[in-house]
């Protein structure tokens, strides 16, 4: 994790701190839709499509006139995933998130799977939750193949509805 992904607000003893990696931001300026290259912003041209896959961090943030939704269907990918400064992320019916590195929530930032009963988080890496995991009756799976891999619920709400542990990590 850097300086901006510490999901406790910022503490300032005990870490140390290192440069923010590039990565696509939500800026949501035309729609909800995930997929859709006109919501994100590529500051350091990352990713050729701007649609982010499993080599691209994620970052998403409030402010945005649309908040992002993985609807239906949809099946996405991340290489780590950050909901930061009051950012909201929602999956809906049967949607798969797919992240191959860590997740994190920060505090007053909401990942919501209630309207998501059969939809799917893989997590590839770490879970670290200060905020709100709103699981529905969702599944998130832990597929990390290598290394520790900590899950961390300080946040709000029941840590997960329906946990799977599949790897070797």
Do not use: K
Not at 75 to 99: E, H, K, P, W
Not at 101 to 108: D, E, L, Q, V
């Amino acid at each position: 994790q850097d300086e901006n992904d510490s999901p406790d607000g910022g503490a300032t003893d005990g870490y140390i701190r290192w440069a923010e990696d590039d990565g696509l931001v939500w800026n949501g300026s035309f729609s909800n839709s995930w997929n859709d290259a006109a919501n994100w912003t590529d500051a350091a041209d990352v990713d050729a499509d701007d649609i982010p896959d499993a080599d691209d961090v994620v970052y998403i943030e409030a402010g945005a006139t649309f908040e992002p939704i993985i609807l239906d269907g949809e099946n996405v990918s991340a290489s780590r995933l950050t909901v930061r400064s009051n950012g909201l992320l929602s999956l809906q019916g049967t949607a798969v998130l797919n992240i191959t590195g860590n997740a994190t929530i920060f505090s007053g930032s909401t990942i919501d799977m209630t309207n998501s009963a059969n939809s799917n988080i893989n997590v590839g890496g770490s879970w670290s939750n200060a905020g709100n995991f709103n699981e529905g009756s969702a599944t998130v799976t832990f597929n990390g193949t290598e290394g520790t891999h900590p899950i961390t619920t300080l946040g709000n709400g029941d840590p997960f509805y329906n946990l799977v542990i599949d790897g070797d990590g």
